[in-house]
């Protein structure tokens, strides 16, 4: 008896472990390795658009340069015409540095204003990193506890298995409980045999009956 029940002893081990891989996706570390897999998608995503925002910078300030460069050009021409008594050049010349004067103006608030945006974004961009990575290093603590614990359960098993045997209740406990098991399958069977001979007995009754 004492047999079956170490063996019963290691079979509930075995569910046990086969449980706790059942649960493995409630497990903190599992939750924190997908949550840290998703942020760190999120972290690359945000410095593409940050990449981006820089290129879109760089693009106005180039236009900047251009219409820098037409507007100081139209200014000369305009002074040209003026001297030259050419009202309908002079006019085409005033219109044309209105135009890029404007143009310069909007481009100068639009570089600052993204300036400020590639700013606060590099800013949490870098939060952003430091976040992952204190993440990864809870996932590291996390580990070396879940490591510990297992390594604990597993010793116990072997070093105090009184501790298994307390949660799965006492020898004498389960031995009573599969002798009263055994008698409920003995009964069972016994009764099926006198089902049986009843039955027979009624069939050859009543092949007797349609003798006679």
């Known amino acids: 008896m004492t047999t079956v029940w170490e063996r019963f002893k290691f079979a509930v081990a075995t569910d046990l472990d086969s449980l706790v891989a059942k649960k493995e996706e409630q497990n903190p570390i599992a939750l924190l390795n997908r949550y840290i897999a998703e942020a760190e998608k999120q972290t690359e995503a945000t410095g593409k658009w940050l990449d981006r925002q820089s290129q879109l910078t760089g693009k106005l300030e180039q236009e900047l340069e251009e219409a820098s460069a037409m507007l100081a050009k139209r200014e000369s021409q305009l002074q040209l015409a003026k001297a030259a008594e050419e009202s309908d050049l002079a006019d085409f010349a005033e219109a044309e540095t209105a135009a890029y004067s404007s143009r310069v103006s909007e481009l ?21 990193k430091h976040k992952v990575k204190d993440m990864k290093v809870k996932q590291l603590q996390l580990m070396g506890k879940e490591n510990a614990t297992r390594a604990h359960y597993q010793m116990d098993k072997v070093l105090s298995p009184e501790l298994v045997a307390k949660r799965i209740g006492s020898y004498d406990d389960m031995a009573s409980y599969i002798e009263t098991l055994g008698a409920k399958v003995e009964q069972q069977h016994e009764r099926s045999a006198m089902e049986r001979r009843l039955e027979t007995l009624e069939k050859n009754s009543a092949k007797q009956q349609e003798i006679v």
């Open 108 to 128: 100068k608030l639009s570089i600052t204003e993204n300036l400020a945006e590639l700013n606060a974004l590099e800013q949490r961009y870098e939060e952003m």
